[in-house]
């Protein structure tokens, strides 16, 4: 099941950070970058974030799961708690890079 992009909107809405925060669709779903850097997956209308050390202790009590077949264990984000959502997105935006720009 595709995406709704009501949905991304809804999430990025419910973010509360100065950074820039643009989406792209890929496949029927879709990826919000925060900064130009790849931070939260959309597949099947759930927010998903990759399993970092950095944010493990804010995410320990998240639900798990897999964004599409053959993908690793990512958390389920809460995006309806707006305030653990942008401390999120802030300690993400932070240890994570860019994604190479290719040739």
Known sequence: MASDLNYVQYV???IKTDCT???KKMFGE???YV???PIIM???NTAFVKMLDCVK???QNAQTGFPYEGAKEHYIVDIDNSEDLSN???ILEKNTS???RKK
């Open 98 to 100: 860019e994604p190479k």
């Open 21 to 23: 925060l643009t989406y």
């Open 30 to 32: 879709y990826l919000i």
């Open 12 to 14: 990025i809405d419910q």
């Open 42 to 44: 959309i597949c099947d």
């Open 57 to 59: 202790p804010l995410m």
């Open 88 to 90: 999120l997105i802030t």
């Open 35 to 37: 900064n130009n850097k």
